[in-house]
């Protein structure tokens, strides 16, 4: 069997209320050119029946016991084909055009070996609530990488021999796995971001939680310390990694209110 052009990389566990959408989004568009590998984390709701009635081809599923987005993510890069990987959430979904859109942009600039795009934010209610627009070229998305991740996980796509040159998303991080891959991949491509919001990003309860939130910081402080050393940046950018280290002292609710205020 030939490769597909792209193959679409998603984990979900317990995702009945939005994975079927998330699903159609991408068998919907206009490349269609594609593998969607689905990894289900263990479910115990109606996700496994949901994803059994889907009867197209290009859909490929895999159960495993629950272990994390992170081995989710592992396993579905291990099957892939294609030579290029996007991401989706389960609770995200894709505009008909995305995969198109950056695959057209890949092969104009096979310097790029990472490419994101904008996102819609919307509530579960559907109502849109931001945007985010991440930096489009690679000199400012370099010079916020040690400071914020500059992409939209669910948005990109990036080149297979490069993720999987880098060893892929590093299963010791639960969570920020998509910040340490981007600052492995940094030294090996050029990045982008297209401005278009070419996915809608769903807010959904429990997606950002006190505990959450806390190992997000753990994890971005050891990414940040893991390429100082690496020599990626300057001694002084360990500055970065103390940041968020510092910042679990701050209660959650404040976290969000500094957040909301820095955006503005």
Same mark, same amino acid.
């Given at each position: 069997?030939?490769?597909?052009?792209?193959?679409?990389?998603? @984990?979900?566990? =317990?995702?009945?209320?939005?994975?079927?959408?998330?699903? &159609?989004?991408?068998?919907?568009?206009?490349?269609?050119?594609? &593998?969607?590998?689905?990894? /289900? +984390?263990?479910?115990?709701? /109606?996700?496994?029946? $949901?994803?059994?009635?889907? !009867? +197209?081809?290009?859909?490929?599923?895999?159960? %495993?016991?629950? /272990? @994390?987005?992170?081995?989710? $993510?592992? *396993?579905?890069?291990?099957?892939?084909?294609?030579?290029?990987?996007?991401?989706?959430?389960? =609770? =995200?979904?894709? #505009?008909?055009?995305?995969?198109?859109? %950056?695959?057209?942009?890949?092969?104009?600039?096979? &310097?790029? @070996?990472?490419?994101?795009?904008?996102?819609?934010?919307?509530?579960?209610?559907?109502?849109?609530?931001?945007?985010?627009?991440?930096?489009?070229?690679?000199?400012?998305?370099?010079?916020?990488?040690?400071?914020?991740?500059?992409?939209?996980?669910?948005?990109?796509?990036?080149? *297979?021999?490069?993720?999987?040159?880098?060893? @892929?998303?590093?299963?010791?991080?639960?969570?920020?796995? +998509?910040? +340490?891959?981007?600052?492995?991949?940094?030294?090996?491509? !050029?990045?982008?971001?297209?401005?278009?919001?070419?996915?809608?990003?769903?807010?959904?309860?429990?997606?950002?939680?006190? &505990?959450? =939130?806390?190992?997000?910081?753990?994890?971005?402080?050891?990414? #940040?310390?893991?390429?100082?050393? !690496?020599?990626?940046?300057?001694?002084?950018?360990?500055?970065?990694?103390?940041?968020?280290?510092?910042?679990?002292?701050?209660?959650?609710? $404040? #976290?969000?209110?500094?957040?909301?205020?820095?955006? #503005?």
């Amino acid at each position: 069997m030939a490769a597909p052009a792209v193959s679409v990389l998603m @984990g979900v566990r =317990d995702g009945a209320p939005w994975v079927t959408g998330a699903i &159609e989004s991408i068998l919907g568009q206009t490349l269609a050119d594609l &593998e969607l590998v689905v990894v /289900d +984390d263990g479910s115990t709701d /109606d996700t496994p029946e $949901l994803l059994a009635r889907v !009867r +197209d081809p290009r859909l490929v599923v895999e159960r %495993q016991a629950r /272990d @994390g987005l992170t081995p989710a $993510l592992g *396993r579905a890069l291990a099957r892939a084909r294609a030579p290029l990987v996007a991401r989706l959430d389960a =609770d =995200d979904v894709a #505009r008909s055009d995305r995969l198109e859109r %950056q695959r057209a942009f890949l092969a104009a600039h096979p &310097e790029v @070996g990472l490419l994101g795009t904008a996102a819609r934010v919307v509530d579960e209610a559907g109502r849109e609530v931001g945007t985010i627009r991440p930096p489009e070229d690679d000199a400012t998305i370099r010079r916020a990488l040690m400071r914020r991740n500059p992409f939209v996980h669910s948005s990109v796509m990036a080149r *297979r021999s490069l993720v999987t040159q880098v060893g @892929g998303y590093d299963p010791s991080f639960p969570v920020a796995q +998509d910040y +340490d891959l981007w600052l492995r991949l940094s030294p090996l491509t !050029r990045m982008a971001n297209l401005p278009e919001a070419l996915v809608t990003r769903r807010l959904v309860a429990g997606r950002v939680t006190a &505990e959450r =939130d806390s190992a997000r910081l753990r994890s971005e402080a050891r990414a #940040r310390w893991r390429a100082v050393r !690496r020599g990626q940046f300057p001694p002084w950018c360990v500055v970065f990694a103390l940041r968020p280290a510092l910042a679990l002292a701050v209660p959650l609710p $404040l #976290r969000r209110a500094l957040r909301r205020a820095l955006a #503005r």
